[in-house]
């Protein structure tokens, strides 16, 4: 199976300053269709999972623009440009390109 | 809105079976790959399977091959997970979410699976 590794699993940040969180998968994530099927959600305390971005870069709707995420092949990036209080939570990578798919153990993002 | 809600968890004996329920509205169930995910508590997110949109199809993890049971309604725009000789290692909080491992979005609120004697 493929392993999804997040890092740091906690982050410390301070409001209005940025944040990178990384997720490093054990094989590669592009598909045989040439997408990288490599999501991000956010879950906050006592909520379900939302969707941030999908296949690497694609923001969803309604998320706002100080998300972003970038990376390829086995090396990815969700990065705040300046973090708000409604950001604290865990963020959770997906692999969706392999089966079984995959979480990462999640980073906790605390002000 | 694209909603999705779960229900059918509870308390439950080790052996035990349950059948849990999402119920969607807001969007053309019959079109979409339909998933379930758990988190057990204070946990991360686990993959349990999903289900092609005319139900053809189902894929599951290792873990709960010939345990679980993924199946739908789409008439009732309903997803069902049947959940059979339950284990402590199933305690859950048990989501649907609408898609597939590669587009999945949104998620239910989910319902809460307790395996204890």
């Known amino acids: 199976d493929v392993v999804m590794t997040q890092s740091p699993l906690s982050l410390p940040v301070t409001l209005g300053q940025p944040a990178s969180l990384s997720c490093r998968s054990s094989?590669?994530?592009?598909?045989?269709?040439?997408?990288?099927?490599l999501t991000w959600f956010h879950q906050r305390p006592g909520q379900s999972p939302r969707r941030l971005i999908y296949k690497v870069s694609n923001r969803d709707s309604g998320v706002p623009d100080r998300f972003s995420g970038s990376g390829s092949g086995t090396d990815f990036t969700l990065k705040i440009s300046r973090v708000e209080a409604e950001d604290v939570g865990v963020y959770y990578c997906?692999?969706?390109?392999?089966?079984?798919?995959?979480f990462g153990q999640g980073t906790k993002l605390e002000i | 809105e694209v909603q999705l809600v779960e229900s059918g968890g509870g308390l439950v004996q080790p052996g035990g079976s349950l059948r849990l329920s999402c119920v969607a509205s807001?969007?053309?169930?019959?079109?979409?790959?339909m998933s379930w995910v758990r988190q057990a508590p204070g946990k991360g997110l686990d993959w349990v399977g999903n289900?092609?949109?005319?139900?053809?199809?189902?894929n599951y993890v290792d873990s709960v091959k010939g345990r679980f049971t993924i199946s739908r309604d789409n008439a009732k725009k309903s997803l069902y997970l049947q959940i059979n000789s339950l284990r402590a290692e199933d305690t859950a909080v048990y989501y649907c979410a609408r898609g597939s491992q590669w587009l999945l979005d949104p998620w239910g609120q989910g319902t809460l699976v307790t395996v204890s004697s």
């Open positions: 289900i092609k949109p005319d139900g053809s199809g189902k």
């Open positions: 094989q590669s994530l592009v598909y045989s269709d040439g997408n990288t099927y």
């Open positions: 807001g969007f053309t169930f019959s079109d979409y790959w």
């Open positions: 997906m692999q969706g390109t392999h089966w079984p798919p995959g």
